[in-house]
């Protein structure tokens, strides 16, 4: 039996708009209950949140509450500790996603290198990133203390300091304190992504390099760099939006410091501490919009960044 071939732009165009519509369908009926699911799980409690910023509720009483409609978040802007949360979380979410990237690149490239043991080399470098947050918090917290901490010994030990210092509660290192501990929790991250995206390089260009004689330090710029540039604004865009969210490793490793508060922290303060339910769903819908403004702007960035480069 002679079985006939036909090319793809042999088909007809109405059965091609037939295919296409048939496959929307198919992806919607698969998505359906994984829409389902989020709006049950993510839409009802952001309704419930933004309905609440609204209102003067109390977690004493929750159900006696009346409409304050925008005033909750009239105070909010005008509350100095908002600002300084939000400072803090800018500036530990600069701070971090720089320092993750380079380190992660740099692991990444060594990792993509050959040598022997490779592979339980790679295995070992996920190890800080399989480690519950609220464990390495802790862990940190124990290297940070001033009593008895590692850290303190080593810096003393080395004649960088002559007395022990607070590193959790001291507001001139307190965040530096929180970002070293998020830096190395989440590098492995940064390194995983961007290996992924090493290891499918073609290795056709770095051979034409070496004939050419060109420098690695060129070869790097000029061809790696470029061709990881999209994995590399995935990782950064999740991330960012990681970091601005941070709460559990504040909140165990400094949680009472008005210098690491982030945005999360002074929501879980107003709505936990103080029992202000309203005051505290304010600060979270002001959060959550924060984020989602971040996350259209990265991904506008990368997607004009990415445009442009096929352009040119």
């Known amino acids: 039996m002679e079985v006939k071939t036909v090319a793809v732009d042999e088909i007809p165009e109405e059965h091609e708009s037939f295919l296409t519509r048939q496959r929307v369908r198919s992806a919607w009926l698969f998505l359906t209950p994984m829409i389902i699911v989020l709006l049950l799980v993510a839409g009802w409690p952001l309704i419930r949140t933004i309905y609440f910023s609204m209102t003067d509720a109390s977690l004493s009483d929750i159900e006696a509450h009346q409409f304050i409609w925008f005033t909750n978040f009239k105070y909010l802007l005008t509350d100095p500790d908002w600002w300084v949360a939000v400072k803090n979380t800018l500036v530990f979410t600069l701070l971090s996603v720089s320092l993750e990237v380079t380190l992660g690149l740099v692991i990444a490239l060594a990792l993509n290198a050959h040598m022997p043991g490779r592979g339980l080399l790679r295995a070992s470098v996920m190890i800080p990133w399989a480690i519950p947050t609220i464990v390495s918090a802790q862990m940190w917290n124990w290297m940070f203390n001033d009593f008895y901490g590692v850290i303190n010994v080593m810096l003393m030990g080395a004649g960088f300091i002559d007395q022990p210092i607070a590193w959790t509660a001291d507001p001139d290192f307190s965040l530096w304190a929180v970002v070293i501990a998020d830096v ?129």
């Open 184 to 312: 190395w929790k989440t590098t492995p991250f940064m390194a995983l992504l961007i290996l992924a995206a090493l290891q499918v390089l073609p290795s056709e260009c770095y051979e034409a390099a070496k004939v050419d004689g060109i420098h690695p330090l060129r070869v790097f710029f000029k061809v790696t760099l470029p061709l990881i540039k999209p994995a590399l604004l995935v990782a950064v865009i999740f991330r960012c939006l990681d970091a601005l969210r941070i709460f559990d490793l504040i909140y165990v490793l400094a949680s009472g410091s008005r210098s690491t508060m982030s945005m999360s922290i002074y929501a879980r303060q107003q709505l936990v501490d103080f029992q202000d339910v309203g005051y505290g769903s304010a600060a979270s819908t002001l959060l959550f919009l924060i984020i989602a403004f971040a996350t259209v702007l990265l991904l506008t960035i990368g997607k004009v960044k990415l445009d442009g480069e096929k352009k040119a």
